[in-house]
């Protein structure tokens, strides 16, 4: 399981860092700067799906281990709202 979650999180790690080498890439390139915000736009954005999966993996981990099904909704609500605030 970690190593499949590992190998997940590699990947994505490498296609942000594609899209960071595309933006700076275009630095030398590209004229329009929308061009250049929509990049990072977009780099930032794949990173922010990346932390919110990361804390979303944290956060089952500990509604896995909750003593009670109110803790447990409790931590399904804060997955909820990791997600609406980074994506």
Excluded: F, K, P, W
Excluded at 7 to 12: D, E, L, V, Y
Excluded at 24 to 33: F, G, H, K, P
Excluded at 42 to 63: C, F, I, K, P, T
Excluded at 72 to 87: K, P
């Amino acid at each position: 399981m970690i190593e499949r979650r590992n190998q997940r999180i590699t990947a994505r790690l490498r296609r942000i860092q594609g899209q960071i080498v595309s933006l700076e890439r275009s630095l030398a390139t590209e004229r329009d700067i929308s061009v250049l915000l929509q990049r990072a736009v977009a780099a930032r954005g794949a990173m922010s799906g990346l932390v919110a999966d990361l804390m979303e993996e944290r956060l089952r981990s500990l509604q896995a281990s909750a003593a009670s099904d109110e803790a447990r909704a409790e931590v399904a609500e804060m997955i909820d709202i990791v997600h609406g605030y980074l994506n």
